[in-house]
T-cell receptor
Framework: EAQVTQNPRYLITVTGKKLTVTCSQNMNHEYMSWYRQDPGLGLRQIYYSMNVEVTDKGDVPEGYKVSRKEKRNFPLILESPSPNQTSLYFC???????????FGDGTRLSIL | DAKTTQPNSMESNEEEPVHLPCNHSTISGTDYIHWYRQLPSQGPEYVIHGLTSNVNNRMASLAIAEDRKSSTLILHRATLRDAAVYYCILRRPYTGANSKLTFGKGITLSVRP
């Protein structure tokens, strides 16, 4: 089954403790992206990747890092999480530009 | 991407058709109309997209006005599982490398049993 898998689905942690949210897709998609969704602010893009070793900032990249060492994986790294990064995070992938995007089920992060 | 306008919410009865409207009066000639939906506690899900002609797939139909300033997503027989927020967005065929999606507030669809 074609899918985008995020882990963990839920995480409560403390300020400053590094964490990684993993994202994996099994559709051989070139394009992958991370979004955060906050009430009243909609979906905002954090980082995206056009292919292996090609990443770029989205609209709200501060405080986040990403890597794309393999086509299927696109982890999101919070080196020193802060409470303003408490949010619902989604990973998405697509075959190419303007193709339908497939989303994971989300990761709810709470930073205390 | 150009702006779209949708009502905040709609209600429907189960097993009846639902017509979800979207206005996009500033649409350009090359903009595609995309619909996504987000079920509670899930990620957004692609529904359908089109350019000028009406489109059908297994999930829904998309009716596009002749002047392209509005469109309607049609769910032919609503089920309880169709209760979700539905987003109408416009996308240019190519504006660079980033395929970012920008969602507005969308329509919250409630389905009554």
């Amino acid at each position: 089954e074609a899918q985008v898998t995020q882990n963990p689905r839920y995480l409560i942690t403390v300020t400053g403790k590094k964490l990684t949210v993993t994202c994996s897709q099994n559709m051989n998609h070139e394009y992958m992206s991370w979004y955060r969704q906050d009430p009243g602010l909609g979906l905002r893009q954090i980082y995206y990747s056009m292919n292996v070793e090609v990443t770029d900032k989205g609209d709200v990249p501060e405080g986040y890092k990403v890597s794309r060492k393999e086509k299927r994986n696109f982890p999101l790294i919070l080196e020193s999480p802060s409470p303003n990064q408490t949010s619902l995070y989604f990973c998405a992938s697509s075959q190419g530009y303007n193709q339908p995007q497939h989303f994971g089920d989300g990761t709810r992060l709470s930073i205390l | 991407d150009a702006k779209t306008t949708q009502p905040n919410s709609m209600e429907s009865n189960e097993e009846e058709p639902v017509h979800l409207p979207c206005n996009h009066s500033t649409i350009s000639g090359t903009d595609y109309i995309h619909w996504y939906r987000q079920l509670p506690s899930q990620g957004p899900e692609y529904v359908i997209h089109g350019l000028t002609s009406n489109v059908n797939n297994r999930m829904a139909s998309l009716a596009i006005a002749e002047d392209r300033k509005s469109s309607t997503l049609i769910l032919h027989r609503a089920t309880l599982r169709d209760a979700a927020v539905y987003y109408c967005i416009l996308r240019r065929p190519y504006t660079g490398a980033n395929s970012k999606l920008t969602f507005g507030k969308g329509i919250t669809l409630s389905v009554r049993p």
